[in-house]
T-cell receptor, first 110, second 116 residues
Framework: KQEVTQIPAALSVPEGENLVLNCSFT??????LQWFRQDPGKGLTSLLL?????REQTSGRLNASLDKSSGRSTLYIAASQPGDSATYLC?????????FGKGTSLLVTP | DGGITQSPKYLFRKEGQNVTLSCEQN?????MYWYRQDPGQGLRLIYY???????QKGDIAEGYSVSREKKESFPLTVTSAQKNPTAFYLC???????????????FGDGTRLSIL
């Protein structure tokens, strides 16, 4: 079964710093990979979806990369802001639903 | 604006009681899903439905039931057989084969269920 792992589980950085969140998966035959953001007590908001044929996707200060052969994806956040504080989850399709990592809890301090 | 509405936001269940969580979407999506989120465990799939009047069990379906009588609605019932129902429940939807057509999955804002 596809397993998705996110490291680190928690991260605290000062405002303005560039940072990288990591996601790894055990089965490289993925169709796509999605990054989500979850604020406390809220649902998930889709940030970026990378198709298997793509190597990266960008949206504003966010850049997600995908390396299927190594089973890894990274989410790069440039010039972090306190408003970026949230939990970030990655997910890949597995069967008829998404298989999620446990997330990285990010705190950006002013 | 199109989206997914879950209600109520908070729900309390007494011993031996069944409770129903509502999920409504106006995105015209064919597929709908229920996930359970526990601290430190990530999201786990309870049930999913690809079309009206059809649904399938996910990884942790025991103690739960669903119906899909309308395209817009996918209610989840937490029965008394579910001995540990305290969790955050998330409803999601996607275009028919959305997961494999490179369309993102959309989520509601969740329902937090607790035992009295």
């Amino acid at each position: 079964k596809q397993e998705v792992t996110q490291i680190p589980a928690a991260l605290s950085v000062p405002e303005g710093e560039n940072l990288v969140l990591n996601c790894s998966f055990t089965d490289s035959a993925i169709y796509n990979l999605q990054w989500f953001r979850q604020d406390p007590g809220k649902g998930l908001t889709s940030l970026l979806l990378i198709q298997s044929s793509q190597r990266e996707q960008t949206s504003g200060r966010l850049n997600a990369s995908l390396d299927k052969s190594s089973g890894r994806s990274t989410l790069y956040i440039a010039a972090s802001q306190p408003g970026d504080s949230a939990t970030y989850l990655c997910a890949v399709p597995s069967g008829y639903a998404l298989n999620f990592g446990k997330g990285t809890s990010l705190l950006v301090t002013p | 604006d199109g989206g997914i509405t879950q209600s109520p936001k908070y729900l309390f269940r007494k011993e031996g009681q069944n409770v129903t969580l509502s999920c409504e979407q106006n995105l015209n999506h064919d597929a709908m899903y229920w996930y359970r989120q526990d601290p430190g465990q990530g999201l786990r799939l309870i049930y999913y439905s690809q079309i009206v009047n059809d649904f399938q069990k996910g990884d942790i379906a025991e103690g739960y039931s669903v119906s899909r009588e309308k395209k817009e609605s996918f209610p989840l019932t937490v029965t008394s057989a579910q001995k540990n129902p305290t969790a955050f429940y998330l409803c999601a939807s996607s275009i028919g084969q959305g997961l494999y057509s490179n369309q993102p999955q959309h989520f509601g804002d969740g329902t937090r269920l607790s035992i009295l």
